[in-house]
């Protein structure tokens, strides 16, 4: 079964870090380029970063430059996020997507995480 | 953050058409091609159209999805219960870096 789950979510202060997993079974992962994307409560989706299938090429949405990095592990089958200087407004639930053709047609359930002293 | 705006809700009685639409810009549905993604409460997003009008298999042909110029939009015919979500669209977006954006979601309700 084509599977993403995620993982590493929690309750954090401002100004810390947390880093999320995603892992990735049932697919080639190293063929695919992976993405995040986030849903603060009761809003919509927003696309938070993306990666390519080697992991050479990254690109972050404005909102979390500098703060966030993408990364990922083939031999692992796992993609992560590494999330530094967190804000109240980084509280969302996360979820790792996978890219295919134009679309993201593989979501993982997501993990939340929640800023907040 | 959105760029994309859709209709905060619609609804319809069992068996009807509805329709959601979506408004975007020529960096990025006007130059890209469009996906619908629905969401039940408390779920995960799921792909329902792809490359415009393309359905995933599993996906049923009530659903539909067209574009014109710098809007798209999806069709639910023969609307059901289980079709209550909410619904987005998202587009590849050139001005921004090849960011992804996505609609602003639109609330299905059955009546």
């Known amino acids: 079964e084509v599977q993403l789950v995620e993982s590493g979510g929690g309750l954090v202060q401002p100004g810390g870090s947390l880093r999320l997993s995603c892992a990735a079974s049932?697919?080639?992962?190293?063929?695919?380029?992976m993405h995040w994307v986030r849903q603060a409560p009761g809003k919509g989706l927003v696309w938070v970063s993306r990666?390519?299938?080697?992991?050479?090429?990254?690109n972050n949405a404005d909102s979390v430059k500098g703060r966030f990095t993408i990364s990922r592990d083939n031999a692992k089958n796992t993609l992560y996020l590494q999330m530094n200087s967190l804000r109240a407004e980084d509280t969302a639930v996360y979820y790792c997507?996978?890219?295919?053709?134009?679309?993201?047609?593989?979501w993982g359930q997501g993990t939340m995480v929640t800023v907040s002293s | 953050q959105s760029v994309l705006t859709q209709p905060p809700s619609a609804s319809g009685t069992p068996g009807q058409r509805v329709t959601i639409s979506c408004s975007g810009s020529?960096?990025?549905?006007?130059?890209?091609?469009v996906n619908w993604y629905q969401q039940l409460p408390g779920t995960a997003p799921k792909l329902l159209i792809y490359?415009?009008?393309q359905r995933p298999s599993g996906v049923p042909d009530r659903f539909s999805g067209s574009k014109s110029g710098t809007s798209a939009s999806l069709a639910i015919s023969g609307l059901q219960s289980e079709d209550e979500a909410d619904y987005y669209c998202?587009?590849?977006?050139?001005?921004?870096?090849?960011?992804?954006?996505f609609g602003t979601g639109t609330k299905v309700t059955v009546l």
């Open positions: 998202a587009a590849w977006d050139d001005s921004l870096n090849g960011q992804r954006v």
């Open positions: 997507a996978r890219k295919a053709d134009d679309a993201f047609d593989i």
């Open positions: 990666i390519n299938s080697d992991g050479s090429s990254t």
């Open positions: 049932g697919f080639t992962f190293s063929s695919y380029w």
């Open positions: 020529s960096s990025n549905i006007g130059s890209n091609t």
């Open positions: 490359s415009n009008n």
